[in-house]
């Protein structure tokens, strides 16, 4: 069989929930896949010289989403890499579709409960400021598990080993490289 990285023609998307490990499972895929990576969020700050959760205060989120979404078109249509996303990325339509059409989009699903402890480590993420996390990520969830079940490729992940998570990816992403159901 062809080493998986020849076959690639198009990049590798994270997507999913704040918190479910898309950052650090990227980086290791893309060391795994001797491939680039990317984390939206760090390039946004890159680009703007702002840490990416004040411009989302200072501008309001669908503001933020709309220069999300031309970031996301650019860094997609360069060269096969691992690219992790915002937690809202995948939510907005036009972005979905296409991300969809661009790359091998991958979801990553986490529980609630771990979400949550996960993103109770850093203060860093605006719609968890006010009030209950836990329950502001539930009502997230069960508002954008549809978008993220557009994902080309469905991974569970929870509270065990990168390693684990990113060799099920390696293994569901030459499956859908082989049009198997992934």
């Known amino acids: 069989m062809q080493k998986l990285t020849d076959r690639l023609d198009r990049p590798i998307v994270l997507v999913g929930l704040m918190g479910a490990g898309k950052s650090t499972v990227g980086r290791r895929l893309a060391k795994r896949l001797g491939l680039p990576f990317v984390d939206t969020d760090a390039a946004i700050e890159d680009a703007t010289g702002q840490p990416w959760g004040e411009l989302f205060e200072r501008f309001g989120e669908a503001d ?4 999300e979404r031309r970031l996301v078109a650019r860094i997609v ?8 996303t915002g937690g809202g990325v995948f939510v907005d339509p036009r972005t979905r579709e296409l991300l969809n059409q661009r790359a091998i989009t ?3 699903d986490a529980p ?3 979400l949550a402890d996960r993103t109770s480590r850093r ?3 605006p719609l ?7 329950r502001t990520l539930e009502q997230l969830s069960e508002q954008e598990r549809p ?5 080309h490729i469905h991974i569970k992940s929870g509270g065990g080993a990168h390693k684990e998570v990113v060799e099920a990816i390696v293994r569901k992403i030459g499956a859908y490289l ?5």
Request: net charge negative; glycine share 14%.
């Open 147 to 151: 978008c993220y079940a557009e994902a």
């Open 106 to 108: 991958v979801w990553l």
């Open 178 to 182: 082989d049009g198997a159901a992934a």
């Open 123 to 125: 203060n860093t993420r």
């Open 112 to 114: 609630v409960d771990v």
């Open 77 to 84: 249509g360069g060269e096969v890499r691992v690219i992790s």
């Open 64 to 67: 933020y989403r709309d220069g």
């Open 128 to 134: 968890l400021r006010n009030g209950d996390a836990k």
